[in-house]
């Protein structure tokens, strides 16, 4: 049961304030403000409790998404209730910011008095949804500079703003109604996430994927969907493996209204797709990777006798030739107050960022196939061998468009009945990195 | 925030709503509300525009009445007279052909929350029950339960509740899932909806055609039923079982919840399987996309791991912290870690443990390194072995924390303490927070006797015990030096003296003040009475278990299980800092004596010190039924009660040397039989014990636990796998019970000479044995029998455990 939900920004201005019970007063998103702001970063933030009250937040796009509760309730399904949330007002108003919030709270509003009534959650299908909400969304430009609200306070959301694979999702769907719309389009995206640890023997000691097949749908009506995944697909240990490609995953999970009959014969998905984002199946690889990981790093650490510690790091792209990798950027811990480098190209760069205490090596591109080097000279007060311990890991984050590490692809897409002219299909592929660690 | 200006936007706001030209035209009327809607979110106080807004609701444009409707719900309270002009519009649009905008109306009539409003909405809302469009109904039954909550004592119409119940059977889910929640709000003092059998097959079947919201609220109310068979509780279970591995986690957690309530009396086997079962999903969570489900879940599985401990042990890579995962994340994933240690991965953990404690956030630094003492309580070598390199970075945050793990660790385990005791050589310059100075005063105090510089660490300490802030590093210091003075009396006497006449004379904190007072004056009855306050155990190896440690049935936690609790006890824990440190305050046994003894006689402050032991520590040798620290079978002989072990007052190594080479000889070969010699009040016992020879080969840290558990103290060993293999050991009787006797001190020796002695044929038949010098003073015959019997039962035991 919910009692409020509001919108803060990090800054905490209220956006959005709604009240559905009555039960608390207006001074609860002070209250959680205060909370929130004086959490030490061990504290779990996520339920937060002040005298009845408990609140429940998550963070999307730079912002506080709360709700409060008197009662106690399943924290799964407020997570998941917020989750939804998030995922539909950037269905409606097209991408997730302070300024799209600002911008269109009318429209969020009137999705809120519709989604919850009386603090229970009475829908949140866009099917439902489409026949009553009547505002349209108000949009800016997709990308200015000075918008950096949504760089989040954690770690996470600053990969987690690399997800979003490009801006041509990033529309309302409810434009199509306007003039310059009408595209109906219909995007499937398969997105991977890695989280790899690499010893410092280059072994591969951990490695899982994540990956989802994700539809985002601006089509006003679509029968049904047929997403063929490759025919070697197959889920679980215990298959045998055949020769040739097979894509192999642990675990499989499908969205509820994925229908599977064509699934074991053909490895095929067939869904009717409803407006806006859903993921359709969620899959799960772990332990290990049917090709090499695409990075492979080769440090040496020495000391130099002016008490410098010199780094020499060697880092090699996997990836066949043709693949680019989009900016990816190299960081190594260290406590060492300065810093000097010789990076192998000009157009990178290397900083050391006090609060991190790392070196953030920046590399705009970086093909596959590719080598790159870098040494770095840094200075540590009371150089000993034990500030050798201290050096590392090395941390990779980057974003693998055209590249699915699982080898998921996907054979075709068909819509029935098969629509005029206007319909445009986009298969998707991009892994990022939800972690990559490389032990030194 | 209010907005600086706001009056003067109000004011124009309003010029702008009462224009006649703004309000014919459509599109600018809208934009007028719109604007009021956003200044209103904007936290500017603009109740005084109520009039006008209620004006702007008389219109046919839907988007304006939304906005209206959302300005009349936030000030309706404030203007109740004001707020019956709308109730005209509203009951109009309940009658508009547009489902639409009936079940809008229909919601913000009940939403005004206006007990004087009630008379107008009750006709509303029933004509509402029987709308055509189910988007009304669903509105409708809601807005009884709105209704309800503004009049909570006014009684609900019976025939509307009766209307309700039936309306169960609604052909839209929500509708139905409306309803439930509706009775549930207004039956609450009658306990909530009557789940019969009738409504609970119905809820079950049509489960499938709610959406992931409905079906965890369904199955949230079927938690109340009871099937009346067994046969019925499995067919619903089976039914269920599908929904245990469903894709959205609500709804997975929701069903898991329910087996528990179903199963958790009658059925802990099937709650189990359920549980393991749904371990997958839960694991697929942990590796959600956002942080905060992420989190939930790891809560979750903390709980699972309570009833099936190591439930996934080999699923322990999932839980490795990824690079930018937020602080709270990793700590909560590092204690799962813990608990899914197991010998097959304990390498793995610690070496990816080992990798954070180098971490950027000492938070997370700190967290990795109580981790890795928490695993080192079942694998001391391999995580000292990395503790120990840890002080070698000499970075203040990270030896700090060392410190105080290796303290905790050395409580639990004493076989660590002799290479705690080298590590810490050397580390009191980089210690700059007060907690862990007061680890490392403990440790010197404790173990001051193995550390060499001990007297010397402390001096320094005192030379600077002026500029000293924390009381309670100044109160470890004085216990400390109190300690070494008592084993190193020659080097420690004149700091000590030092820091006693600062503590008494100089000292501002009362606290500090009367501890250094206290010792003072306890000095003052003789060192060995200082001996035996002070000096306690050393360490409780009973509390260490980390692995094998007895699963808790589900039903203690089945509760808690898809609540907030969870996730909130994890705040509790985390307020209360450092992972480790409250238990150890709690464990150590030193600031009871220290308060309660000075005042008591010597023989009476032995038992309150044995006792406070005692209470705090409830080790498992002590049982209910045997108070005191007792161990063994009861005392053989009517005339008892309960003979008792202790390890307080300790021995020094010398004084065991002076009393057992100045106590009586036993007259040596003649084992086998049992040889007495009186020599005033002191007697000495030869005796056989047919224990496996592998005793002499564990290692001696295993022997010092076992009999550590029996109270009995070590005191000297020779290496493993030499012959002779020689231990020496003490403890003090003391009789429990009805009557009351003296308490003896009994020093032993444990000689085992191997194959050597076998060949001159003595004893019973050549067998292997263990022969057994005890010596004991004052003597008590009973008080040594018992002693002996505790004794081998402590060496069987070890001798069985250590192959």
Known sequence: MISQIFILSSKGDHLIYKDFRGEVGKDAVTVFYEKVTALTGDQPPVVMSHKELHFVHIRQGGLYWVVTTTADSSPFTLVEFLNRLTTLIKDYCGSLSEKSVRMNFALIYELLDEVVDNGYIQTTSTDILKNFIQTEAVTSKPFSLFDLSNVGLFGAETQQSKVAPSAAAARPIMSSRGDQGGKSEIFVDVVERMSVVIGSNGVLMKVDVEGQIR??????????????????????????????????????????????????????????????????????????????????????????????????????????????????????????????QELSSPDQKAELRAETRAVHWDIPRFPGGAQLSALFKLEVPGLSSASMMEVGPVGLSFELPKYTCTGLQIRFLRLTPVQAGSSQRWVRYVTHSDSYTIRI | MPYLGGEETVKELRRALSNPHVQG??????????????????????????????????????????????????????????????????????????????????????????????????????????????????VAVLGWAKLHSLQPHADIDAAVVNELY????????????????????????????????????????????????????????????????????????????????????????????????????????????????????????????????????????????????????????????????????????????????????????????????????????????????????????????????????????????????????????????????????????????????????????????????????????????????????????????????????????????????????????????????????????????????????????????????????VSQWARSFNTLEPLRQCNAGAESAPQAAPYHLALDPEPSLDLCDPLNPSQDRQETAAESVNLLLPGPSAGPLAPGPTAGPPAPGSGGGQLGLSLSPALSPQQFEHLWLGGPQCPHGEPGAREEEEEEECVCVQERMG????????????????????????????????????????????????????????????????????????????????????????????????FLQVLSGALHTSSTGSC
């Open chain 1, 215 to 340: 539809v985002k749908c601006y089509m006003p009506s679509c029968l049904e969907m047929r997403i063929g995944l490759n025919e070697e697909f197959s889920i679980g240990k215990s298959q045998l493996r055949g020769y040739g490609a097979a894509v192999r995953v642990d675990e499989c999970s499908f969205h509820q209204a994925v229908k599977l009959d064509e699934f074991d014969q053909h490895r095929i998905l067939k869904v009717c797709p409803s407006q806006g984002e859903h993921v359709v199946m969620q899959y799960l690889l772990s332990d290990e990777l049917p090709s090499a990981p695409p990075f492979r790093l080769f440090p040496t650490i020495e000391r130099d006798n002016g008490g410098r510690l010199l780094m020499y790091l060697k880092l090699r792209c996997d990836l066949p030739p043709k693949r680019a990798d989009r900016e990816p950027c190299v960081s190594v811990c260290s406590r060492s107050p300065s810093l000097s």
């Open chain 2, 166 to 553: 039936s309306m169960l059977r609604d052909n839209d889910p929500v509708v139905m899932v409306n309803c439930l929640r509706a009775l549930e709000e207004i039956l609450k003092e009658e306990g909530g909806v009557a789940v019969n059998k009738a409504i609970a097959h119905h809820l079950l079947n049509r489960l499938k055609e709610c959406d992931v919201w409905g079906q965890c609220e369904v199955l949230g109310v079927l938690q109340r039923y009871r099937p009346h068979s067994e046969e019925e509780l499995f067919d619903i279970l089976s039914l269920l079982d599908p929904y245990l591995l469903s894709p959205s986690v609500p709804v997975m957690a929701a069903t898991l919840g329910l087996f528990l309530s179903l199963c958790c009396r009658g059925l802990p086997a099937v709650s189990l399987a359920a549980l393991r079962r749904a371990q997958a999903p839960l694991l697929a969570a942990c590796g959600s996309a956002s942080p905060e489900m992420k989190f939930t879940a790891l809560c979750h599985v903390q709980l699972l791991l309570r009833s099936l401990p190591g439930l996934m042990g080999e699923h322990y890579k999932r839980f490795f912290c990824g690079y930018a995962e937020p602080a709270y994340i990793k700590q909560r994933k590092m204690q799962v870690l813990v608990e899914l240690v197991n010998d097959d991965n304990v390498g793995f953990v610690l070496d990816e443990l080992k990798g954070y404690c180098t971490d950027v956030s000492p938070d997370t630094a700190q967290a990795a390194i109580s981790a890795i003492g928490r695993i080192g309580r079942s694998y001391s070598d391999q995580c000292l072995e990395i503790l120990t390199g840890l002080l070698g970075l000499k970075q203040e945050h990270i030896t700090s924390v060392v410190v105080q793990t290796m303290r905790d660790l050395v409580w639990v385990c004493p076989q660590c303490s002799e290479s705690v005791c080298e590590a810490l050589e050397g580390c009191e310059d980089t210690l700059q927070d007060s907690q862990g100075r007061q680890a490392l005063l403990w440790l010197l105090g404790v173990h001051g006797d193995r550390v060499s510089s001990a007297p010397y660490v402390l001096e320094a300490f005192v030379e600077q015990v002026r500029s000293e802030m924390a009381a309670g590093v100044k109160t470890e210091l004085l216990t400390a030096t109190m300690r070494v003075f008592l084993c190193r009396p020659a080097e420690t006497q004149d700091t000590l003296g030092r820091l006693l006449h600062y503590c008494i004379e100089e000292e501002a904190d009362m606290n500090v003040r009367d501890q250094a007072l206290l010792y003072y004056r306890l000095l003052h009855c003789g060192i060995e009475e200082t001996r035996s306050v002070l000096q306690g155990r050393r360490s409780d190896p009973s509390l260490g278990v980390l692995i094998g440690r007895p699963a808790e049935p």
């Open chain 2, 691 to 786: 224990v496996s020879p592998a005793l002499q080969c564990s290692p001696p840290p295993q022997l010092q636990a076992a009999l550590q558990r029996s109270h009995i103290q070590t005191m000297a060993f020779t290496p493993p796998h030499t012959l002779p293999w020689r231990v020496y050991l003490y403890t003090h009787t003391r009789w429990g019970g009805p009557a009351p006797r003296g308490p003896t001190l009994v020093l032993g020796e444990l000689l085992y000479t191997g194959g050597a002695e076998d060949q001159e044929g003595e004893g019973e038949g050549g067998e292997r044995g263990l022969r057994v010098t005890a010596k004991q003073r004052p003597r008590d015959d009973e008080a040594m029998k018992g």
């Open chain 2, 25 to 138: 035209d459509p599109l600018r009327h809208r934009s007028t509300v719109l604007r009021v809607i956003r200044v209103m979110s904007q936290g500017v106080d603009v109740a005084g525009l109520f009039s006008e807004m209620v004006k702007a609701c008389a219109t046919t444009d839907v988007v304006q009445k939304k906005l209206v409707y959302v300005f009349l719900c936030s000030y309706a309270s404030l203007n109740p007279e004001l707020s019956l002009l709308v109730i005209n519009t509203l009951r109009k649009d309940c009658q508009d052909p547009n489902p639409m905008v009936r079940s809008l109306a229909l919601r913000n009539m009940t939403n005004l929350r206006l007990p004087s409003l009630v008379e107008y909405v009750q006709q509303p809302l029933t004509a509402g029950l029987r709308d055509r469009a189910a988007c009304v109904r669903r």
